[in-house]
């Protein structure tokens, strides 16, 4: 992959990451929101359930006679119990599909902050490499090089190994990231 193919890569993963970093700020707020709805919801359905569990209470005691607006009472409380529990379960529900809508959001986010930084270390590798040819050519007197005499021989040799452990590495940071 040539130097600058880098850049352009490197814009487009954050670019992506910003784009979802902006619907995750949308969606922290939507499940700020569902969450009042679902505690609001919750607690509603609590004092439903108590008034109606203390009306059923007085109605089955003996002490009190069963008139007919407890009576209407107790199907009322029966009825904001069943209201409130449907709306708490739905408003539940919703708040789990944000929840989840989120998650996924935050492991893209990750995987493409690790996409980043595999190609940013490729791109230091193969600017290494391409340090390391210059010098090579350089040193070996090409066309592309100076023309100097090396005064030692075995730095031709030692230079080519370093070379190809860099290649090597480069290989290996590529299998893994497969």
Wanted: aromatic fraction near 2%; proline fraction near 2%; charged fraction near 30%.
């Amino acid at each position: 992959m040539p130097m600058d193919n880098y850049a352009e890569f490197l814009r487009r993963l954050d670019t992506a990451a910003a784009s979802l970093k902006k619907r995750q700020t949308k969606l922290d707020t939507a499940r700020a929101v569902v969450s009042t709805l679902a505690d609001q919801n919750e607690f509603g359905l609590q004092q439903w359930t108590k008034r109606r569990a203390k009306l059923e209470m007085l109605l089955g005691g003996n002490d009190v006679p069963a008139t007919t607006a407890l009576k209407d009472l107790r199907g009322i409380s029966a009825n904001m119990v069943s209201v409130f529990g449907t709306r708490a379960e739905r408003v539940s529900s919703r708040l789990a599909a944000v929840q989840a809508r989120l998650d996924e959001i935050n492991r893209s986010l990750q995987a493409l902050e690790l996409s980043k930084q595999k190609l940013t270390s490729s791109r230091r590798i193969a600017e290494e490499r391409e340090n390391l040819s210059r010098t090579v050519l350089g040193l070996a007197g090409t066309a592309e090089g100076i023309a100097a005499p090396t005064p030692d021989g075995g730095l031709r040799d030692d230079l080519k190994a370093a070379r190809e452990a860099v290649l090597l590495a480069e290989a290996l940071l590529e299998l893994k990231g497969n």
